[in-house]
């Protein structure tokens, strides 16, 4: 069966479910939070698999006013969608590798200004001293620190940018 995605906060597609369409609730009285969870979400992946179809499945879910949508293969939608492809949602640009790289534009589209990518993809990691420091306050020494136990993430050719960079001016 193609998979479907149910729109919204999980507490309210359950509510929906369980007073719509008759879904019991599996939580024996006294539970913990956390065992409720668990069971209403077993609760509803049994739901919606037991159906025979999916024509059927998705009857139920417009019965009961539950909104939901195709979940498609990324490649389905670049390849198939002509609003990716008139919107702009799309764009290449340099991997920093000798190569292009199709990533995801900006969405926002505005009268008086123009919105959008204008780098190169960036290497995992490789804005993390700028922001830490900007954000935080975060030394080089406590940014490494993090690198080092594995509090952050960073691409070798993000460590490498930010060992052959120029060092940040010292305050005055």
Excluded: C
């Amino acid at each position: 069966m193609h998979p479907v995605m149910l729109a919204g906060d999980e507490k309210w597609y359950w509510r929906v479910l369980n007073t719509r369409a008759g879904l019991q609730d599996p939580t024996p009285e006294g539970a913990d939070l956390e065992t409720k969870i668990a069971l209403r979400r077993q609760a509803i992946q049994a739901y919606l698999l037991s159906f025979a179809d999916r024509e059927t499945l998705l009857a139920k879910l417009s019965e009961v006013n539950l909104a939901w949508g195709n979940v498609h293969d990324h490649q389905q939608v670049f390849e198939r969608q002509g609003s990716v492809e008139g919107r702009a949602v799309l764009t290449d640009v340099d991997d920093r590798g000798g190569g292009r790289r199709r990533i995801t534009n900006t969405p926002y589209r505005f009268s008086a200004a123009e919105a959008g990518v204008r780098r190169p993809a960036a290497y995992r990691g490789e804005h993390n001293y700028d922001a830490l420091a900007d954000w935080l306050g975060a030394s080089a020494a406590e940014i490494d620190g993090w690198h080092h136990a594995g509090i952050l993430l960073q691409d070798e050719e993000a460590a490498r940018l930010h060992a052959t960079a120029d060092p940040a001016p010292s305050p005055p």
